[in-house]
């Protein structure tokens, strides 16, 4: 995918990290990201990250973090109340949206087409308008609704890309499981990335 406008959401599930590197990459590649972050995002940010990562204060703590080259994109933080935003309707080019991480709670309003704030709205105008909607839900052990909210956004075309890091690249440290998750989730953005090594068939070769 070439740069252009991808939105990004951050919900109150466990992962905040994630979301950090996810955002450091998109911007590093040029991209206009469109943020939004719950209530329990925000608080999310700093329980995991401490004050320095919170909402009004992520652009420093991300050139802090991975180096100059996010500023190479643009950035516009929404309102979750705004439902007026620019995301939340299909004429606005945004060619796609990750909700990293999404927790069940946004998860059933997504799988029910709530629209009920901001995050769930720009994600049903994705669905509506058919294009790539990545949701990373974390949440364990998983319930029956949760499972099957799930199946819902996976029918209706969303890709499930739940926050399951892998071991075999043989991570040394938190930010090595967080490349990896990044790694899947411009994947499915599709963007192209180097954040994990290429499976050869054998671990650590
Ligand atoms: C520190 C913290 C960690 C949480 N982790 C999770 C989680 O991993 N998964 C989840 O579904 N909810 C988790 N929750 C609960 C959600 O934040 C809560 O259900 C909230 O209402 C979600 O709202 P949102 O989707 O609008 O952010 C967590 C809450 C806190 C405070």
Known sequence: ????????????????????????ELLARGVHVELVVSDYGRRLLRDELGDEASLEKIVPYLSGKYGEKVHAGALTVHSNRDLGATIASGS??????????CSMKT?????????RNLV???????LKEHRRLVIVPRETPMSLPALKNMVLCAEAGAMVVPAMPAFYQQPKSLDDLADFMAGKILSALGFEHDLYPEWTGQVGS
Do not use: Q
């Not at 252009?4 to 450091?24: D, E, F, I, N, W």
């Not at 606005?92 to 991480?101: E, F, L, Q, T």
């Not at 769930?120 to 994705?126: F, I, L, S, T």
């Open 1 to 24: 995918m070439s740069a252009g406008r991808v939105a990004l959401a951050v919900t109150g599930a466990s992962g905040a990290l994630y979301a950090v590197k996810t955002l450091s």
């Open 107 to 115: 998860l059933a309003g997504v799988a029910h087409g709530l629209s």
């Open 120 to 126: 769930e709205r720009a994600a049903d105008v994705m």
């Open 92 to 101: 606005h080019h945004c060619s796609a949206m990750a909700i990293v991480p």
